[in-house]
């Protein structure tokens, strides 16, 4: 239905959908469950996007949430195609953090993994996609995403 929007249309929707989720997070306080993909590709470098219906000037893991019943290297191999057009290969959850999110309790499952592929964003839910050196990660990104790239550097060793 929203793929049919034009893209500036679909990402203001993305945008409203986004405020009304957080607002009824507030009220419900429900249990989450997402997962965030640490996807490196051939050189070492790590992927990272920026959404276009939160904090778009931030760079953040791509991830979302976790579908009844599925796992949580499923969640990101699904994710990440549908973000970046990226094959996830050997997807391995190695960590499972819990955090407040708007009154919601969200556990979220990192998973890493390596791809082949170059990020091809959709210019509706992900504005850039873009790998970068583990060393030299733009200004922009997100504290939690380099604390979790942090993490699955120290889980390899």
Known sequence: MFASLPRPAHRLALRL???LRL???????PELNGCNAIVINPRGDVLLVRHSYQAPEVWMLPGGGLRRGE???????????EETGCTLSEPRCFAVETVSLSGARNRIHLVVGTTRDKPRPDGREILAAAFFPLDDLPAGTAATARARIARAQNSES
């Open 23 to 29: 607002g009824w997070w507030r009220v419900r306080r």
């Open 71 to 81: 796992s949580a290297e499923a969640a990101a191999v699904r994710e990440l195609a």
């Open 17 to 19: 959908a986004h405020r």
